[in-house]
């Protein structure tokens, strides 16, 4: 019907409440109410999630997903008995999800399917058969995987059956499809009114009871990852203290609560076994009275305030959001040399960058920053400076926005012209 609106069915992919569920309520958040209709999804079983979801508005409807892991975060690899028995066991389910998924759609009967995640390309096959458009997100470096088979299969599905994708960084393009110019870059953004530069940093610092003259280091990566670093940033904040610093380090979110699905058995496991290797370590650096971590929180903006210095020690390709909220915080951010974070550090400009997994080199970066005043205010303005041409919300969901009008001005072409 002219003029009716357009229905776009988010469907998000996973536990936590990080870039990805924020992301895209900013951009839901950003979408003309005359011309689009959003509705969100995912799993029932992702409390945090639904959570995220419910505080920008929404009340998602739920499908019983499951996921394709093939990604820098996590892949099955075939010589590890769990790993093997979990991609079975994806196999098995993955029908039963597309069943329900095709009945999903015939309930909401959307115009188009916006995937959050490379996680869910798989179904992009399915969605387009029964007839709907379909955009894939792709917020994750695809891992290049044993010999390369299930990441060929991935780009053949990325190439034949997805309208559009959008990837969060040049690096993720490149690992999925290569330098295909089909897909389009469009950079995670951030809301300048909650990431506010102007937020009063002895409040915040009062509001996490840290001292008034402590240097404050921030890590907001997570650690249910091996990927993040944490353990490397804590022999980091060791040699720190070492070096007479009186420090704190804030790491809000590295504590999750366990997933209230039993069929989160796998991520339960590592999630315990990464926890247990963080407190092992503090307690072997003695770090406990210097290392404060919590759960996700919705008061980032005042973590941000309250530090001196951001980082972002990730050990594999891996975009941060960290970094864009930090460049809106005025924040410099230390960073490890690595695919996705190298386009959105500018050495010396923005940030110090340094090999991953190099605690020295990381103490070292992160104590030039701490000890120079100046050099860390350079840095910062330089971080705001880039965060307002790159990451503004309002201009990124709009290049998000251009997709959605160029596949339904290219529809309704098509029908006008047969």
């Keep these: 019907m002219p003029g009716a609106k357009r229905r776009i069915l988010y469907i998000h992919h996973g536990s936590g409440t990080g870039g990805a569920p924020l992301s895209l309520c900013f951009l839901i958040r950003e979408l003309d109410p005359g011309i689009y209709e959003p509705l969100t ?6 409390a945090s999630a639904l959570d995220c979801f ?8 739920t499908w019983r997903l499951v996921r394709f892991l093939h990604s820098a975060a996590g892949w099955w690899k075939p010589h590890v008995p769990l790993d093997y028995v979990m991609f079975s ?15 999903l759609l015939a309930e909401t009967k959307p115009d188009l399917v916006h995937l959050n995640s490379l996680t869910l390309l798989p179904y992009a096959k399915v969605i387009k058969q029964l007839g709907t458009r379909v955009v894939v997100h792709v917020r994750e ?12 299969w991935l780009r053949h599905i990325a190439r034949h ?47 996490f009871n840290v001292p008034p003259d402590a240097a404050v280091i921030l890590f907001s990566g997570g650690s249910s990852s091996g990927i993040k670093g944490v353990v490397p940033l804590l ?14 380090c804030l790491m809000p979110g590295t504590k999750s609560p366990p997933p209230r699905s039993t069929g989160k058995l796998r991520s339960l496991l590592r999630g315990k076994l990464v926890d247990q290797e963080v407190e092992e370590t503090i307690k072997t650096l003695r770090l406990e009275s210097t290392v404060v971590r919590t759960v996700f929180s919705h008061e980032m903006p005042s973590y941000y305030a309250a530090c001196d210095v951001v980082a972002v020690p990730f050990t594999k390709p891996h975009f941060a959001r960290a970094v864009i909220e930090a460049g809106a915080m005025a924040k410099p951010v230390v960073a490890s040399r690595i695919g996705g974070v ?35 205010n350079r840095l910062g303005e330089g971080g705001y400076a880039q965060a307002e041409r790159m990451f503004e919300a309002k201009a990124n969901a709009r290049a998000t926005v251009a997709v959605y009008d160029e596949i339904f001005n290219h529809t309704d072409k098509r029908v006008a012209a047969s």
């Design 41 to 46: 999804c995912c799993h029932p079983d992702e």
């Design 161 to 207: 059956y997805v309208d559009a994708i959008v990837y969060i960084c040049q690096d993720n393009r490149d690992r999925l499809t290569g330098k295909d110019p089909v897909g389009r870059i469009v950079y995670n953004f951030v809301d300048f009114a909650e990431f506010d530069r102007g937020m009063d940093r002895d409040a915040a610092r009062a509001k």
């Design 54 to 61: 419910r505080r920008f508005g929404h009340e998602p409807v």
């Design 342 to 376: 190298t386009e959105v550090v500018d050495e010396g400009n923005t940030g110090l960058l340094v090999q991953p997994g190099d605690a020295d080199q990381l103490a070292d970066a992160l104590l030039r920053v701490l000890r120079d005043r100046e050099l860390a």
């Design 89 to 103: 066991r994806w196999a098995r389910e993955y029908r039963r999800s597309c069943k329900a998924l095709a009945a």
């Design 235 to 248: 022999h980091a904040i060791a040699k720190v203290r070492d070096a007479g610093e009186r420090l704190v």
């Design 141 to 152: 470096p695809a891992s290049s995987g044993s010999i390369g088979l299930r990441r060929a």
